[in-house]
């Protein structure tokens, strides 16, 4: 059987924390740690917030950027997408304009787009991945990284097993 919940007197009331807390808006956590630090309970539930320690709102961010249109490119004939991000010019080529390949292409993209994984896909569109070719790639990836420097590679060290390889 549970124990029932502890009573405090404030404010000529006498209630639980929770109850304490929605009469005077302060959080419980705020009014349990203020009894920790030995505040009686009339102080505990009547002095004020301080605002400078209430929990910070985190702007929430815009909509995501639309996926770029996919266009004809008037030089080759082939159809691609355009877009701009941290200051460069980006273009995505998919195959002969009105083509399968260029739709199922720029299909493919626009999914990554939506899931932000513009920058790079390991498996051509319609080709599938061997687990031991996932493997190879990581291990690839763990000795020169995304710009083939800054790897990791393992010291042998028991407590630290894996160490950036700039530190060499």
Same mark, same amino acid.
């Given at each position: 059987m549970p124990n029932p919940p502890k009573l405090y007197t404030a404010r000529g009331e006498t209630l639980t924390i929770k109850q304490l807390s929605a009469k005077? &808006? /302060? =959080? !419980? #956590?705020? /009014?349990?740690? $203020?009894?920790k630090l030995a505040w009686s309970i009339e102080d505990a539930v009547g @002095?004020? /917030?301080? +605002?400078?320690? +209430? =929990? *910070?709102? *985190?702007?929430? #961010?815009?909509?995501? $950027?639309?996926? =770029? !249109?996919? #266009? *004809? %490119?008037?030089a080759t004939n082939r159809a691609c997408c355009e877009w701009q991000s941290g200051g460069? $010019? %980006? @273009?995505?080529?998919?195959?002969? /304009?009105? &083509?399968?390949e260029a739709e199922q292409g720029y299909a493919r993209f626009q999914l990554e787009w939506a899931t932000r994984l513009v920058? *790079? &896909? =390991? @498996?051509?569109?319609?080709?599938?991945?061997?687990v031991c070719e996932l493997v190879e790639q990581w291990l690839d990836y763990c000795e020169t990284g995304d710009d083939g420097e800054s790897g990791y590679?393992?010291?042998?060290?028991? $407590? +630290? !097993?894996?160490? %950036? &390889?700039e530190a060499r």
């Open positions: 005077t &808006s /302060i =959080p !419980v #956590k705020t /009014i349990n740690a $203020r009894l @002095v004020a /917030i301080d +605002r400078r320690f +209430r =929990p *910070k709102v *985190k702007p929430v #961010k815009g909509p995501t $950027r639309p996926c =770029p !249109v996919l #266009k *004809k %490119h008037k460069e $010019r %980006h @273009v995505r080529y998919f195959g002969k /304009i009105d &083509s399968a920058k *790079k &896909s =390991p @498996v051509p569109l319609g080709q599938t991945l061997l590679r393992n010291t042998g060290n028991s $407590r +630290r !097993v894996w160490q %950036h &390889s």
